[in-house]
C-alpha cells in the first residue's frame, strides 16, 4: 500500500491547447470549431471546451463561495450535512392529508416545507381559515423546518397573514422561526391577469406587512420574485433572467414608493427560477442570476450581499407517457440547482405530470 498520489497525465505528452485544435481540425476534415459550437436559443454560443484561464475570475474573489458576486452561492462554507434546503411542494386540497404527507415526508429527508395555497383546490391546498392552515401545519416546528407559501390563488397577503396568526397563537420565540411567506403581488397579476384593490393600494399593504415582518422573524425571508411561469410558457433562458430581474427591481421600487426602505424590502427577497435536464445551461442562469443581482444592488447603492435563490425542477420538461424517464430529467435539475449554488432545491415528483403524486413519486423526489 503506498501513499503517493496517481498522476492521470504522467503518461502522456503535454498537450497545448494549439494541439488540441489542431487535433480537432483533422477530426472534422479541415473544419473549425463553429461546426462544433452550438447555440442556445439566445444565440449565446456553447463552446465545446473551457479552460480555467477563460475566466477572469478563476484566481480572483469572484470565483470565490461566499465572495461577490457570489457565483458559486452565499456560504464560504456550506453546512456538511445538508448542502441546501431541500423543499418539498405540498398541494393536496384537504388539510388533513397535506398534513399527513408534511410530517411523513419531514420524517424521511425533507428539510423544508413548501405549502401551496389555492383556496378553489385545484393546485393546492384549500385554506379558507386559520383552522384549516392549523390543520395543514399541525406538529410543523418552524424552528426546525422552514414553512413556506406558494400562493396560487389571487392574493399572497392574506396567506401571510394567516401564517402571522397561526404564530401568534403558538407563542413561539420569533427569533427562532424560519418561514418564507412570500409575499408577491406581481406575481399575482402573473397568474391571474389583476391584482384586487389595484398595484399601489396591493404593495401598500404589502409593505406594511413586510416591515412588521422583517421586525419579528430576522431569519425568515418574506417577498418574492418567481419567474417560472416564463420558463413554463417556453421562454429562454435570457428571457426568465430578465423578467426575475424586473420583478425584483420593479418590487422594490413600489414597496419604497409605499414607504418601506429599500435595503429592508431587498433583505427579505427569494428569487425563485426553473431548472430543467439540460444541467450546463441550468447552471450558466443560476450563476447569472447571481452576478445580475449583484449589479442591480450595487447600481441601487445597496452593500454587498448573497441573492437567496431557489431552484425548482422544471415541469415543460416531465412527460405523461413512460413517465420513469422523469426520474432522470429531475436528477439532471437537481445537479443544476446543487452545483449552480441555489440555497434551494425543489424537485418535483416524477408523476406529477400524471395528476396528484403518490408516495413514490414523492420519495424519489425527496431523496433525489
Same mark, same amino acid.
Given at each position: ?19 488540441? *485544435? @489542431? /487535433?480537432?481540425?483533422? %477530426? !472534422? =476534415? &479541415? ?5 462544433? $459550437? ?91 381559515? *386559520? @383552522? /384549516?392552515?392549523?390543520? %395543514? !401545519? =399541525? &406538529? ?5 423546518? $422552514? ?100 420583478? &425584483? ?120
Amino acid at each position: 500500500m503506498t501513499d503517493t498520489l496517481l498522476s492521470l497525465s504522467g503518461d502522456f505528452d503535454p498537450a497545448s491547447e494549439a494541439d488540441w *485544435l @489542431d /487535433a480537432v481540425s483533422k %477530426a !472534422l =476534415k &479541415g473544419g473549425g470549431l463553429e461546426r462544433i $459550437t452550438r447555440r442556445t436559443r439566445d444565440d449565446i454560443a456553447v463552446r465545446p471546451l473551457y479552460r480555467e484561464p477563460d475566466h477572469a475570475s478563476a484566481d480572483g474573489a469572484a470565483g470565490m463561495p461566499g465572495q461577490s458576486p457570489f457565483l458559486r452561492g452565499g456560504k464560504t462554507e456550506p453546512d456538511p450535512y445538508l448542502q441546501w434546503d431541500i423543499r418539498q411542494g405540498f398541494n393536496h386540497p384537504s388539510p388533513e392529508v397535506t398534513n399527513r404527507e408534511i410530517l411523513r415526508d419531514l420524517e424521511r429527508g425533507v428539510s423544508s416545507v413548501e405549502l401551496g395555497v389555492d383556496c378553489s383546490g385545484k393546485t393546492g391546498c384549500v385554506l379558507t381559515d *386559520l @383552522d /384549516a392552515l392549523t390543520t %395543514a !401545519l =399541525k &406538529g410543523v416546528r418552524g424552528d426546525l423546518a $422552514t414553512i413556506a407559501l406558494d400562493h396560487r390563488g389571487a392574493g399572497s397577503g392574506a396567506s401571510a397573514a394567516a401564517l402571522l396568526a397561526l404564530w401568534g397563537e403558538n407563542q413561539a420565540d420569533p427569533s427562532t422561526q424560519k418561514f418564507a411567506f412570500n409575499i408577491d403581488v406581481l406575481g399575482t397579476l402573473i397568474r391571474t391577469g389583476k391584482v384586487g384593490g389595484g398595484l399601489d393600494a396591493s404593495f401598500a399593504k404589502a409593505a406594511a406587512l413586510v416591515a412588521a415582518l422583517n421586525l419579528r422573524f430576522p431569519l425568515s425571508t418574506t417577498l418574492r420574485a418567481d419567474a417560472r411561469r416564463v420558463h413554463e410558457a417556453g421562454g429562454s433562458e435570457a428571457q426568465e433572467l430578465g423578467v426575475l430581474m424586473a420583478h &425584483g427591481v420593479d418590487t422594490l421600487r413600489r414597496l419604497e414608493a409605499a414607504g418601506l426602505a429599500t435595503a429592508q424590502a431587498a433583505s427579505g427577497l427569494l428569487f425563485t427560477l426553473s431548472v430543467d435536464g439540460n444541467y450546463g445551461l441550468g447552471i450558466a442562469k443560476l450563476r447569472a442570476a447571481r452576478r445580475l443581482w449583484a449589479r442591480i444592488r450595487e447600481a441601487l447603492g445597496l452593500p454587498a450581499a448573497p441573492m437567496r435563490l431557489q431552484a425548482v425542477t422544471s415541469s415543460r420538461m416531465l412527460t405523461k407517457y413512460d413517465p420513469w424517464v422523469n426520474m432522470l430529467r429531475g436528477t439532471a435539475a437537481c445537479f443544476a440547482g446543487a452545483v449552480g449554488g441555489a440555497d434551494v432545491i425543489t424537485v418535483e415528483p416524477f408523476n406529477v405530470a400524471l395528476g396528484r403524486p403518490e408516495e413514490l413519486g414523492r420519495r424519489f423526489a425527496r431523496n433525489t
